[in-house]
Structure formats: structure tokens, C-alpha cells
């Protein structure tokens, strides 16, 4: 089970933050990454990044320059900073598992997240 | 970067086949994995490796790929499989996860 978990709202130009919350299961694992996907209202989804519990990651090369991810594995969370919003970035954000690298075989319900003064 | 490309969207008769094509180049040498998501919902996983299903989810969704075409095949729809349907590939050349536009997939 995945949960996401953060602000609904953030102002333009400030850092959306939010954690991931996995349970069931360690998050310590060789067989997993752990995922960041987004889709914006109406639209389709879109690949944030991949992190594995190392910390290794990968990032989606448009948003690699504002995106952080961290993995936390005593509390078994992982997180996501995404800098400098804009309205464009407004979207329910999703938390996934992976199977290796590719297959998200498990989804967090995810959450709205709004930019907005 | 790689793209695929799906049709915005599909309809189909209860009790008829649905066919819901992923385009790539040269797709075939890649992985291709189905989602599904029902509006309001999150995606869940319904094919992987081009035509293996996860428990639990019927053997009326059935995958393959060829060339520069991946399919998602729904026999005997029903109205419980109105939704959107992604294919996602990982880019290996770029180590990005892809997605399709999606398709939305009606049962009329």
C-alpha cells in the first residue's frame, strides 16, 4: 500500500513537497525503484522521476533541473521536492512501486496538488 | 526523445473486441506495459512485458507487439471497461519511463 501525503496548495515560485508513505513491505528491496508520476487535470500521465532505496535515481529530463527525490528507508517513505511552481505544474500526483525499472505494478491514490496565489 | 503515440479515443459495442494500439519505433524491441484507469481513480497495471497479466485481472485483456505496434486487446467488453488504457515504455537510450496520450476507450 502507498499513500501520498503533503500540501494541497502552493503559491507560484515556491517548493511542492511531498512523501510517500509505503506499507505491507520493506521499501529495501533490490526488486523495486520507487516512482513519481503526475498527471495534470484532464491530461495524461507524466514520469517525474525513479528512485531506488540506495538513493540512485532517475529524473524526467524536462524537470530534472527543479526535482529532487529522497528516500527515507528507516520510515519507509520516499519524497519529492519539485521548485520553483508555476500553474503548469498543478496535477495529481502519484506514487508508484516498480517492478525493476519500468513496471508500476502498484499506485498510491494519489493527491491533488493545486499552484495557485 | 521516444514517443508513443495511442488514439485519443475508441468505441465499442458490448460483447465486441476491443483493440487499442501503442505506436513506437521499432516497439518490439522494447517492453511495453498496459494501465488502466477509470475515472477518478489511479492507474492500475492490466498487461506487462507486451502480453503477460498481473493476477487478478481477467484473461478478456490480452497484450502483443510487432514492428512499430504494441496492442491492447479486450475481448468481450464490457461496461465495466470504460476507461483510459496507457502504454509506458522504459527509454533506454535517454533512462526515462514513457507514457502514451492515452486512450479512452467508450462502451457504448
Known amino acids: 500500500h502507498l499513500q501520498e501525503s503533503g500540501p494541497g496548495l502552493v503559491k507560484p515560485s515556491e517548493t511542492l513537497s511531498l512523501t510517500c508513505t509505503v506499507s505491507?513491505?520493506?521499501?529495501?528491496?533490490?526488486?523495486?525503484?520507487w516512482a513519481w508520476i503526475r498527471q495534470p487535470p484532464g491530461k495524461g500521465l507524466e514520469w517525474i522521476g525513479n528512485?531506488?532505496?540506495?538513493?540512485?535515481?532517475y529524473y524526467n529530463s524536462s524537470l530534472k533541473s527543479r526535482v529532487t527525490m529522497s528516500v527515507d528507508t528507516s520510515k519507509n517513505q520516499f519524497s519529492l521536492k519539485l521548485n520553483s511552481v508555476t500553474a503548469a505544474d498543478t496535477a495529481v500526483y502519484y506514487c508508484?512501486?516498480?517492478?525493476?525499472?519500468?513496471?508500476?505494478?502498484?499506485w498510491g491514490q494519489g493527491t491533488l496538488v493545486t499552484v495557485s496565489s | 526523445s521516444y514517443v508513443l503515440v495511442q488514439p485519443p479515443s475508441l468505441s465499442v459495442a458490448p460483447g465486441q473486441t476491443a483493440k487499442v494500439t501503442c505506436g513506437g519505433i521499432n516497439i518490439k524491441s522494447k517492453e511495453v506495459h498496459w494501465y488502466q484507469q477509470k475515472a477518478g481513480q489511479a492507474p492500475i497495471l492490466v498487461i506487462y512485458d507486451d502480453r503477460d497479466r498481473p493476477s487478478g485481472i481477467p484473461e478478456r485483456f490480452s497484450g502483443s507487439s510487432s514492428g512499430n505496434t504494441a496492442t491492447l486487446t479486450i475481448s468481450r467488453v464490457e461496461a465495466g471497461d470504460e476507461a483510459a488504457y496507457y502504454c509506458?515504455?522504459?527509454?533506454?537510450?535517454?533512462?526515462?519511463?514513457?507514457f502514451g496520450g492515452g486512450t479512452k476507450l467508450t462502451v457504448l
Open positions: 508508484a512501486r516498480l517492478l525493476g525499472l519500468t513496471v508500476s505494478d502498484h
Open positions: 528512485i531506488f532505496y540506495s538513493g540512485n535515481t
Open positions: 509506458q515504455v522504459w527509454d533506454s537510450d535517454n533512462d526515462h519511463q514513457v
Open positions: 505491507g513491505g520493506s521499501m529495501s528491496s533490490s526488486r523495486y525503484y
